[in-house]
């Protein structure tokens, strides 16, 4: 138990209660949402091709750790109906949604678990492991280091080509935070902290002798795919509105946004702290 867990059981007792099962628990940006789920889908297809390449044909474990209200392993759960999919879950409230989706389905399980316990796993070797915004739930950089060593050894450990498993990480930084306060400051408008629950990482965060980069020919996601969205809705959008309708209150989700952040390419610059990481286990270099 530390200090600062009544911050986070508060925080997502209070999301359980308001946001119920819907997809905006723990995310209102629609936009964000979407895109997170759709790199989700696209990393599960580029594991399973990969896997296939070398030989490996058995459904794999897919582990989603933090997994709130279980949305992701219900989507999951329909594009890949072959696959055997465990939700980790701290907070009773969330965990409790989740299995609450999948009482009578015996491909998927909801369990309890802290990612800062080293035996979060229970024993189960995922060949595939999902983080996403769970890391800056830790609001502890050594606490976080922790944690992340320990989902890197919970997946299946290195075989004799010295491939693992897989890890995909949604996770929030400072650096593209300043940048894109440093943005908003050019118009006079204040810096966006990030939430109370949550403290952002350093640049470097994953670079660990245990985790090598996962990209095929096919498969090169872009770590910054939200940059684009990030400027749009929290420069642009808050600059527009500022100037027509000083008086009105933030609005999420609006027609500008979905409008502009469809139109423009989604990888410009480096705005957006919420960032896409994707790894296989190796040997430690
Ligand atoms: C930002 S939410 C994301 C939830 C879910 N992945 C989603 O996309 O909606 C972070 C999740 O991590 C969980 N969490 C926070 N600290 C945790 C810990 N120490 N161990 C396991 N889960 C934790 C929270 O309860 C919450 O469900």
Redesign the pocket.
């Given at each position: 138990m530390k200090a600062y867990d009544h911050i986070?059981q508060e925080h997502?007792q209070r999301?359980a209660r308001e946001a119920g099962l819907s997809p905006q628990?723990?995310?209102a940006d629609q936009i964000i949402?979407q895109r997170?789920t759709e790199a989700i889908l696209r990393f599960i297809e580029a594991v399973l091709a990969d896997r296939q390449a070398r030989g490996l044909t058995d459904p794999p474990l897919v582990m989603?750790?933090?997994?709130?209200?279980g949305?992701?392993l219900s989507v999951l759960r329909d594009a890949f109906p072959h696959l055997r999919l465990v939700g980790?879950?701290?907070?009773d409230a969330?965990r409790s949604l989740a299995a609450s989706r999948f009482a009578d389905d015996a491909q998927v399980r909801i369990l309890a678990?802290?990612?800062?316990d080293p035996d979060?796993h229970q024993g189960l070797r995922p060949d595939v492991l999902?983080?996403?915004?769970?890391l800056?739930?830790?609001l502890d950089a050594e606490d976080q280091r922790r944690?992340l060593a320990n989902m890197i050894h919970a997946v299946r450990e290195p075989d004799a080509d010295g491939i693992g498993g897989y890890l995909l990480f949604?996770e929030s930084f400072q650096t593209p935070l300043a940048r894109l306060n440093e943005a908003r400051a050019e118009f006079g408008m204040d810096p966006i902290p990030p939430a109370h629950h949550n403290l952002y990482l350093p640049d470097d965060f994953f670079a660990h002798p245990e985790l090598e980069p996962f990209r095929t020919a096919t498969y090169q996601p872009q770590p910054n795919m939200l940059s684009t969205h990030y400027f749009v809705s929290r420069v642009l959008h808050a600059v527009v509105t500022r100037t027509f309708t000083p008086d009105a209150p933030f609005k999420r989700n609006s027609h500008f946004v979905q409008f502009l952040s469809s139109a423009l390419p989604p990888a410009v610059g480096d705005y957006a702290p919420l960032k896409l990481y994707v790894f296989r286990r190796v040997r430690p270099r």
């Open positions: 986070i997502y999301v628990s723990t995310m949402r997170e989603d750790v933090g997994c709130g209200n949305y992701t980790v879950e701290k907070v969330l678990g802290d990612v800062r979060f999902i983080s996403q915004r769970v800056i739930n830790l944690a949604w």
